[in-house]
T-cell receptor, first 113, second 112 residues
Framework: DGGITQSPKYLFRKEGQNVTLSCEQN?????MYWYRQDPGQGLRLIYY???????QKGDIAEGYSVSREKKESFPLTVTSAQKNPTAFYLC????????????FGEGSRLTVL | KQEVTQIPAALSVPEGENLVLNCSFT??????LQWFRQDPGKGLTSLLL?????REQTSGRLNASLDKSSGRSTLYIAASQPGDSATYLC???????????FGPGTRLSVLP
């Protein structure tokens, strides 16, 4: 079955640690995205990528980093510079950048202890 | 800057009712509008995508309409079931090549 796989589903981190969230898709989509979801707020865009080895900052990129070494993979690193990292993180993809339907993974919940 | 609102924030209805969820946006010039469903602790599931040239889309018991001039989209759910209980989000793509802007969602509870 085609889809987007995010791992881990739950992650706990101590303050000062970097963590990496995995996102893999087998939909053959060119574009991939990372969003952050907080209670009572709409999804906010962190980073997005149109093609391999290229990515752009979204609205709230500070404290985050990404890479796009393969078409299928778009990992997100939450660095210690992110002041309030506890949130639900969602990965998405679309056929092309900002064209057509968005498809989402199941999400990863990060909690900072 | 495009802003998206969804009112009410929460809604409870008895099973079997037909219901309408609202999505409002501030700029009528949009490219795409997409409705999603989100179950607690889960990702978003795409329900319907309406392109700017379309006025509505239908899938099973769901019908989404788009009125760009009034800055509104509605999601109509016919004969609601307890399994429809979830949060429903709409997202607006302001223009080709621009990122989607998401509303905060409406949390729907369908009571048996």
């Amino acid at each position: 079955d085609g889809g987007i796989t995010q791992s881990p589903k739950y992650l706990f981190r101590k303050e000062g640690q970097n963590v990496t969230l995995s996102c893999e898709q087998n939909l053959n989509h060119d574009a991939m995205y990372w969003y952050r979801q907080d209670p009572g707020q709409g999804l906010r865009l962190i980073y997005y990528s149109q093609i391999v080895n290229d990515f752009q900052k979204g609205d709230i990129a500070e404290g985050y980093s990404v890479s796009r070494e393969k078409k299928e993979s778009f990992p997100l690193t939450v660095t210690s510079a992110q002041k309030n990292p506890t949130a639900f993180y969602l990965c998405a993809s679309s056929i092309q950048e900002n064209t057509g339907e968005l498809f989402f993974g199941e999400g990863s919940r990060l909690t900072v202890l | 800057k495009q802003e998206v609102t969804q009112i009410p924030a929460a809604l409870s209805v008895p099973e079997g009712e037909n219901l309408v969820l609202n999505c409002s946006f501030t700029d009528s010039a949009i490219y795409n509008l997409q409705w999603f469903r989100q179950d607690p602790g889960k990702g978003l599931t795409s329900l319907l995508l309406i392109q700017s040239s379309q006025r509505e889309q239908t899938s099973g018991r769901l019908n989404a309409s788009l009125d760009k001039s009034s800055g509104r989209s509605t999601l109509y759910i016919a004969a609601s079931q307890p399994g429809d209980s979830a949060t429903y989000l709409c997202a607006v793509q302001p223009n080709y090549g621009q990122n989607f802007v998401f509303g905060p969602g409406t949390r729907l509870s369908v009571l048996p």
